[in-house]
């Protein structure tokens, strides 16, 4: 069964960095659009940062100037770097790859950013 694996999570304090990894957990071909999505308390689960397969960024408007989204196509990874982290970035943090029309989702890695 394939599967995604999240790494990177932890407390920071505000203007601190992390970064967040995710891999599938064995080899697989024609992996579309990856990113991550985040899940703040009480609230619904909303994207962060998307990429496309020829690397083209998508940002939520919050975290633009901050966050920075990188894959490697050939391991099939999606990196998330974190920087001047703030209070309201905390949260669970989902990898998600799309892979011939399935979503696939990481189980995801718990951000807290402390003030």
């Known amino acids: 069964q394939v599967q995604l694996v999240e790494s990177g999570g932890g407390l920071v304090q505000a203007g601190g960095s992390l970064r967040l990894s995710c891999a599938f957990s064995?080899?697989?071909?024609?992996?579309?659009?990856m990113g991550w999505y985040r899940q703040a308390p009480g609230k619904q689960r909303d994207l962060v940062a998307g990429?496309?397969?020829?690397?083209?960024?998508t940002y939520a408007e919050s975290v633009k100037g901050r966050f920075t989204i990188s894959r490697d196509n050939a391991e099939k990874m999606v990196d998330l770097q974190m920087n001047s982290l703030k209070p309201e970035d905390t949260g669970v943090y989902y990898c998600?790859?799309?892979?011939?029309?399935?979503?696939?989702w990481g189980k995801g890695t718990l951000v807290t950013v402390s003030s």
């Open positions: 990429i496309s397969t020829s690397d083209t960024p």
């Open positions: 064995r080899g697989i071909f024609g992996v579309a659009g």
């Open positions: 998600y790859a799309d892979h011939y029309g399935t979503r696939y």
